[in-house]
């Protein structure tokens, strides 16, 4: 019997542009980080269900502040914004960097981190660098390798084992497309893991 996926029923709450914006920090948050154009917004789209929950966009970086989306009163999503897209000016992405600082290391209802990266473009600076937040506040981050239906499995699957071998011991790391929904079941089960679902949820 297939498992009813919890994540349906996330609805949008709001934007914040300061941490101070953000829902009272209780219960569950995990957010969803990735550089703009890496496929964040159809990953949060495809494991939620919904076409159109996370806007998707032919101009990559319109994500420029937080977006929240609840679950219930006790679990949210939080879509960071890409700010590692060139065209967003120097002085937006020193403001996201400091805030995204100050979200790793003060959130504590923050339960993990999901980094969304490109299969064929993996472990940028961004990326490093939210690898690097996760690690120093001991946040859990898992990596979703996206678009690899425009892989063949070889070359993904050697991607895979690349990157892999140069995490820290906070991560871990799957394959994902969107469009084929590769990996989907992988992904819910470590995000209902994360929310505490597995524990009777039906």
């Avoid at 964040?40 to 420029?64: C, E, H, V, W």
Wanted: aromatic share 8%.
């Amino acid at each position: 019997m297939q498992k009813i996926n919890p994540f349906r029923i996330a609805r949008y709450v709001l934007n914040a542009h300061e941490l101070k914006q953000l829902p009272e920090d209780r219960g569950i948050e995990v957010a969803i980080a990735g550089r703009s154009n890496a496929g964040k917004s159809s990953a949060i789209n495809t494991f939620t269900d919904q076409k159109s929950l996370a806007r998707t966009s032919k101009t990559p970086g319109r994500t420029q502040q937080i977006v929240i989306f609840e679950l219930d009163e006790d679990r949210r999503i939080a879509d960071l914004p890409g700010y590692g897209y060139a065209k967003v000016p120097a002085k937006l992405k020193a403001h996201w960097r400091h805030v995204m600082e100050r979200y790793f290391r003060s959130r504590n209802s923050l339960r993990g981190v999901v980094l969304v990266m490109d299969i064929r473009h993996p472990m940028r600076e961004f990326d490093q660098q939210m690898l690097n937040w996760c690690e120093a506040a001991g946040i859990p981050c898992h990596i979703l390798l996206t678009k690899a239906d425009k892989l063949k499995r070889g070359p993904a699957q050697s991607t895979l084992l690349k990157v892999k071998r140069g995490l820290p011991a906070i991560a871990s790391i799957q394959v994902f497309s969107s469009s084929k929904k590769t990996g989907l079941e992988e992904l819910i089960n470590k995000l209902s893991a994360w929310y505490e679902y597995d524990q009777g949820h039906e």
